[in-house]
């Protein structure tokens, strides 16, 4: 029904900065809510981000002030600027949607159900 493909993602020093781009092969893609997660070894995956189809933010506590996200309609793409990028940022980060036209409440802790097949992000110290 959707396919999200991710990119962006490679080895950064700390203190650097890496734009991960995703983009949707959906019909009215406007419509929709799309977020970011991540997943690094050995934990549980994690919500990063979301931006609304009225492009209201959502980030999480680890990368407020350090990641933006925003999003170009036009090309059916989201993206994740990431800057002041730590070590502990290092993970597997993935893009989903919940294909939920118009939805118009939180995106925390909010359940997706499409996924991107993920890029690598490594931060060394």
């Known amino acids: 029904q959707v396919q999200l493909v991710e990119s962006g993602g490679g080895l950064v020093q700390a203190g650097g900065s890496l734009r991960l781009t995703c983009t949707a092969s959906?019909?009215?893609?406007?419509?929709?809510?799309m977020g970011w997660f991540r997943q690094a070894p050995g934990k549980e995956r994690e919500f990063v981000s979301a931006?609304?189809?009225?492009?209201?933010?959502y980030y999480a506590d680890s990368v407020k002030g350090r990641f933006t996200i925003f999003r170009d309609n036009a090309k059916n793409t989201i993206y994740l600027q990431m800057n002041s990028l730590k070590p502990e940022d290092t993970a597997v980060y993935y893009c989903?949607?919940?294909?939920?036209?118009?939805?118009?409440?939180?995106?925390?802790?909010?359940?997706?159900?499409?996924w991107g097949q993920g890029t690598q992000v490594t931060v060394s110290s």
């Open positions: 989903a949607t919940d294909l939920a036209p118009f939805y118009s409440g939180s995106y925390y802790g909010r359940n997706f159900d499409y």
């Open positions: 959906v019909w009215t893609f406007s419509n929709y809510g």
């Open positions: 931006i609304s189809w009225t492009h209201t933010t």
